[in-house]
């Protein structure tokens, strides 16, 4: 037995059970830090998908680790993700006794990360764990974060950061080129050591922490840069970045320096490099002990031209007052010099030239009377962007000013300051604007101004020849000019803005048609106004006028108003008087829009006139509108229209207090109340409308029209229905044409007599669309209503149809004497959706010759003048269903029957009289006014007409012009028929000989019927247009 073995088994029991325990822990720690087992717990860390190699140099739970040749790669691909010479990552940890928690260093040497695509796939995905994430749900019940964490013991932090060379590489092998980053040799130097704290603040004061800060990037060499995929760019530029922040007794030291030099970077393209030329230097420190912040250096190069250089010193004195001083050194910008690099880099979609220079500029002065003085002047500037060229000959512009930096608040407030309360805006004690001339692709803007507690702004700006087709062609091109004059009081609450702009040889398009050249002026007087919150604009004057380029009159506007915008938005205009020549600005109309006008044309013939006014405010998607109108046109009447809407909007409806229209001397009255409910685009509609024209004696309404009688219209409009009624009662209306009103040769007038028509109406909205054939009653009796709800007593005219005076009037419709039958008279009722009528009677009549006698029942005027039938039209089973106010699902139907029906009061007079009765019967179906062509279905025959006409309907109805001769002159017709189908009219006409031979057996065989198939519609109403117009 050896001594060691004695002096142990001599130990106390206890003693022994602590060294084992010590010995097993030190023998598991060197076995759990050894390099292998490291090694291998790290490949275990990582993702299935990557492979890590790594030499471990050394582990330390105490000290930290250093790991040379780290190797990361993806598995799939093979390409490395993360590989670097050696990683360290080193520590102090019994430093923690003492309350100093921190990394002593963090350093990589020659790492290099890499970003890799192929086949749609990053490398960088192999390190996206395979593991499901468990989705953990937030809390509803939020406590309300506290403002700093507290700390159980002071501890103070220190680190520092070591990166030496690294380098980043991207490469995308998915397109049709490989796109390539490579950024290396990058060194970045970090760190930090704070001061002893216990809490940490949750906001920006933690920066306070910091009692040294350090902080480099690339402070010795360059980095190398590569770029390609069409074009490359590389090089080695200079990218150096040094910060410095420590906390001193007397304050905190700042210290910035960078320098950026581009001058060996370079653009290759085809085998030419073009380099870019740029440099950026700052030089930036703070001395607390000082109190003063120093730029000692701001300056900007490209190649031999500085763009910018300048020095700054922002101080404070003994009396606690802040000083700035910054002056610029030298300013040259040419950019013809960067042209090419510039028109490089866009593929030719950017061009310059020309030479700026923003010299001088000097900030001098203590900060509550801070001086400015800044200056830009330019020659020959152009800039081509596409298409589109920007020239700029001449810039000058010099300003100068006082203000009082510390009104602003940002800074500390002296004892011996004391504000002034008179500078503009708070804040300016004196501005001007010495030299402002600008000239621009051929326009030019010059002016002068001034800002001055004493005086108020004087601004004084005028432009001349400016085109603004090259902003808004071709919607509008025109020349505009300018000139405007601004001025203030001196409390600065309110500017007065007077001046006149023009549009010369202006001109529009709409929807691809141009408007003739006009010259638009604007001449106005308005006050800018600044509340305590908001702006204010009074418009004492806005006198618009248009003219042509001979300097005719074309329109004029005059306007005022009051717009604020303040919280919400509140509209007041004024509108003086709008009045239009429309015959002079006709001409001078795009096409499109005098072929739309052209219905109305006649009713703007001596222009048009109109004012009023109206209130807008708008708030919060809320809003009041009140407003008034009158239009006056001078074609239709001397009096005019009269509109006044009181409405309010809401975001959950449209409410109309009352939409009023009054006008023709007070005859035409139309209200509509109610509102729109519901969000836009879904809206309800709850509305009463009513519209009444009520006169007693004749009213002129138009020099050509004049009317009298009641017209009452009512409606209820509800989400499910609308419920109203018609009532029309002795309505009458007189047109005459332009000779009656000029009283000369050629005067014809037609009247409509005594109108009367009541029809109650229910549309039901929400009702399924029908089919009419599913809701006629077969055992209705066909008769005509005891009491018809439509009669017309007449239309008449004071001439015949081809021309000739009528001393008693020409009666198309209807008859004068008494006991006659209204020329129109019909029930018709809207009940499911569908207005219908079982019988609608037109009734003629013409004079009794003289000496004719007759069997007919006679009705005789006043004046013994007697008139007997002409005929008489009925239709029978009239229908048009408006089912759910489709197109699609809409459908009509009538019969019609022509009775006895003498024509030849309606053609002009032949040298001897003929016989022009007619009988004949119709039947009218069609469906889907969508595509009504095609969904009519009408068949017409005739089974009564006299010789005389015979061959007028002949040559309609049988398009070859021999064929309808030989018919028309050999045969005998005793009836014809025609049937509309699918847009396609066929004709059938039967034909009897009177001799013994037949010649029909000539045209038609066996039959003796005519059948022309498949008339196009458009050719049968051109032939029966053409052949009426022609027939003598």
């Not at 025109?478 to 001025?487: D, K, V």
């Not at 001109?507 to 600044?530: C, E, H, K, M, P």
């Not at 380029?549 to 004029?556: D, E, V």
């Not at 006991?819 to 019988?839: F, V």
Request: hydrophobic content about 40%; glycine content about 8%.
């Amino acid at each position: 037995m050896s001594d060691l073995q004695r002096k142990i088994r001599s130990l106390p029991l206890r003693l022994k059970i602590w060294i084992s325990v010590v010995f097993v822990l030190i023998l598991a720690y060197q076995i759990l830090f050894s390099a292998p087992v490291v090694s291998s717990i790290l490949s275990a860390a990582m993702p299935a998908s990557t492979e890590l190699k790594v030499h471990v140099r050394s582990s330390s739970l105490f000290f930290g680790f250093v790991f040379d040749d780290v190797v990361l790669k993806d598995r799939l691909s093979g390409d490395s993700i993360f590989a670097a010479d050696q990683v360290r990552l080193k520590w102090f940890l019994p430093g923690f006794l003492a309350g100093q928690i921190g990394v002593r260093e963090i350093g990589l040497r020659n790492p290099t990360v890499s970003l890799i695509k192929r086949n749609d796939r990053w490398n960088s995905d192999a390190l996206k764990s395979d593991r499901p994430r468990k989705k953990t749900e937030k809390s509803k019940e939020s406590s309300p974060r506290p403002p700093e964490i507290e700390l159980y013991l002071p501890v103070r932090l220190y680190g520092a950061v070591r990166i030496e060379g690294l380098r980043f590489l991207l490469e995308d092998h998915s397109g049709e080129r490989l796109r390539r980053v490579d950024l290396s040799d990058v060194d970045l130097h970090l760190g930090f050591v704070t001061k002893t704290f216990h809490t940490i603040p949750l906001n920006l004061d933690s920066l306070q922490l910091f009692d040294s800060l350090f902080f480099a990037l690339n402070p010795i060499r360059p980095v190398q840069f590569e770029y390609s995929e069409f074009d490359s760019v590389q090089g080695r530029p200079t990218l150096m970045l040094k910060l410095y922040r420590e906390t001193l007794e007397n304050g905190t030291a700042f210290l910035s320096r960078l320098r950026i030099d581009a001058r060996d970077l370079s653009h290759r393209r085809s085998g030419m490099d073009i380099p870019f030329g740029l440099r950026l230097e700052h030089d930036i420190q703070y001395d607390p002990a000082k109190e003063r912040f120093l730029i000692r250096r701001f300056r900007l190069e490209s190649g031999p031209d500085t763009w910018l250089s300048l020095t700054g010193d922002f101080r404070r004195d003994e009396s606690g007052f802040h000083h700035m001083e910054v002056r610029m050194q030298e300013s040259s910008i040419d950019l013809d010099r960067i042209g090419p690099f510039i028109q490089r880099l866009t593929n030719n979609a950017v061009e310059t030239g020309g030479r700026l220079s923003l010299y001088p500029l000097l900030i001098t002065g203590r900060l509550d009377r801070l001086s400015a003085h800044f200056g830009l002047s330019g020659s020959n500037v152009r800039v081509r962007t596409g298409k589109s060229v920007h020239g700029v000959p001449t810039a000058q512009i010099d300003v100068r000013g006082t203000v009082d930096l510390y009104a602003l608040g940002l800074l500390p407030v002296p004892e011996g300051y004391s504000a002034d309360h008179s500078l503009a805006y708070g804040v300016v004690r004196e501005a001007y604007i010495d030299r402002l001339e600008l000239g621009y692709n051929g326009a030019s803007l010059s002016g002068k101004g001034s800002l001055h507690p004493d005086q108020g702004i004087v601004l004084d700006l005028d432009l001349k020849n400016f085109a603004l087709g090259q902003f808004t062609a071709p919607h509008l091109t025109a020349t505009g000019s300018a000139s405007l004059r601004a001025r203030s009081g001196t409390d600065f609450s309110r500017i007065t803005v007077l001046g006149l702009v023009r549009l010369d040889a202006a001109r529009y398009l709409i929807d691809r048609s141009l408007s003739g050249v006009q010259n638009v002026a604007l001449n106005t007087d308005l006050d800018l106004v600044f509340p305590g919150r908001g702006v204010r604009l009074d418009i004492r004057k806005a006198d618009l006028t248009g003219t042509s380029m001979k300097g005719a009159s074309l329109l004029r506007l005059l306007a005022a108003g009051e717009l604020t915008f303040a919280g919400g938005q509140s509209y007041t205009v004024r509108l003086s008087g709008l009045d239009v020549d429309y015959e002079k600005l006709h001409p001078l109309l795009p096409g499109n829009l005098r072929s739309d006008l052209e219905v109305i044309r006649p009713y703007l013939e001596k222009g048009a006139h109109l004012d009023g006014n109206a209130q807008i405010h708008m708030e919060k998607g809320s809003g009041v509108i009140q407003a008034s109108a009158a239009l006056l046109l001078p074609s239709i009447s001397a009096e005019g229209l009269n509109l006044q809407a009181d409405m309010s909007t809401a975001p959950d409806g449209v409410r109309f207090r009352r939409i009023h229209l009054h006008g023709l001397r007070g005859a035409l009255n139309a209200d509509l109340t109610g509102s729109l409910t519901g969000p836009p685009g879904a809206r309800q509609p709850y509305l009463d409308f009513r519209l009444n024209l009520s006169r007693k004696g004749m009213l002129p309404v138009h020099e050509n029209v004049r009317l009298d009688g009641t017209v009452d219209i009512s409606a209820q409009i509800r989400p499910e229905q609308i419920a109203g009624n018609i009532d029309i009662r002795r309505f009458n209306l007189i047109y005459s044409n332009t000779a009656c009103v000029q009283k000369t040769a050629g005067c014809t007038y037609y009247n409509i007599e005594d109108l009367n028509f009541t029809l109650p109406f229910v549309h039901r909205n929400q009702m399924i669309p029908v089919r009419y054939e599913t809701m006629i009653n077969p055992d209705l009796i066909d008769r005509f209503p005891d009491r018809p709800n439509l009669t017309l007593k007449s239309v008449w005219s004071n001439r015949s149809p081809d021309g000739l005076v009528v001393d008693q009037g020409f009666y198309f419709l209807g008859a004068p004497a008494g006991g006659a039958r209204p020329a129109l008279e019909a029930n018709l009722t809207y009940k499911r959706n569908i207005l219908e009528g079982r019988l609608l009677r037109i009734s003629t009549y013409r004079p009794l010759k003289a000496g004719e006698k007759t069997m007919a029942p006679v009705y005789r005027t006043a004046s013994g003048t007697g008139y007997v039938s002409n005929g008489t039209i009925e239709l029978r089973n009239l229908f048009f269903n408006v089912a759910d106010m489709k197109p699609a699902s809409m459908e009509y139907g009538a019969h019609l029957s022509v009775h006895d029906l003498n024509v030849e009061p309606y053609f002009p007079k032949a040298d001897s009289s003929y016989d022009g009765i007619i009988s004949a019967t119709a039947n009218v179906r069609g469906a889907n006014l969508a595509d009504a062509v095609r969904n009519i279905n009408a068949r017409l025959a005739v089974y009564r007409i006299s010789k005389d006409f015979t061959g007028l309907a002949v040559r309609i109805m049988v398009p070859s012009d021999i064929l309808a001769k030989l018919v028309n002159n050999t045969l005998e017709i005793p009836a014809m028929s025609a049937e509309l189908r699918g847009g396609l009219v066929y004709t059938t006409i039967q034909v009897r000989s009177s001799g013994i031979v037949s010649f029909s057996r000539l045209v038609k065989p066996a039959d003796e019927m005519i059948r022309q198939e498949r008339i196009p519609l458009a050719e049968f109403l051109e032939r029966t247009r053409k052949e009426t117009g022609e027939f003598q």
